[in-house]
């Protein structure tokens, strides 16, 4: 089972996406994203981190960055209701960028991706 660290400062998407995928994955959720990558740097341990763009104090690229300079080889999706400029180079300079999903989202998008991720890590752990 694939443990997940989700960063998103609104509640309401945070407890949706927990919600949904639980289900299937170990989840923690963050609404700050100082706080997850304060605990990621103890537990760097999460094949995937799926961040929001726009969040205060700091924004998802930032943590992104933030997050690589512990794990280089660290996996993310990022979400975005108004993608722009920054986002879209973001998305193009990032190999460990694997799915760029738009608010309002499809599920499916997140299963598409994490299953994307399952099969990397299957694949380095034969």
Do not use: W
């Not at 690589?68 to 400029?85: H, K, M, R, V, Y």
């Not at 920054?86 to 799915?99: D, G, T």
């Amino acid at each position: 089972m694939v443990d997940i660290l989700i960063v998103e400062d609104d509640e309401d998407i945070l407890e949706i996406l927990h919600i949904y995928l639980s289900v299937k994955y170990n989840v923690t959720i963050f609404d700050n994203p100082k706080l997850a990558l304060e605990a990621y740097k103890i537990n760097p341990n999460f094949p995937l981190v799926i961040t929001d763009y726009f969040m205060p104090d700091l924004r998802g690229d930032q943590l992104i960055h933030e997050i690589l300079a512990i794990n280089e080889n660290q996996q993310f999706i990022l979400c975005s209701g108004t993608p722009n400029d920054e986002v879209a180079s973001l998305l193009e300079n990032n190999k460990n960028l694997i799915q760029f999903i738009k608010k309002p989202f499809d599920f499916s998008e997140f299963d598409d991706a994490i299953d994307v991720i399952e099969k990397k890590l299957l694949a380095t752990h034969i």
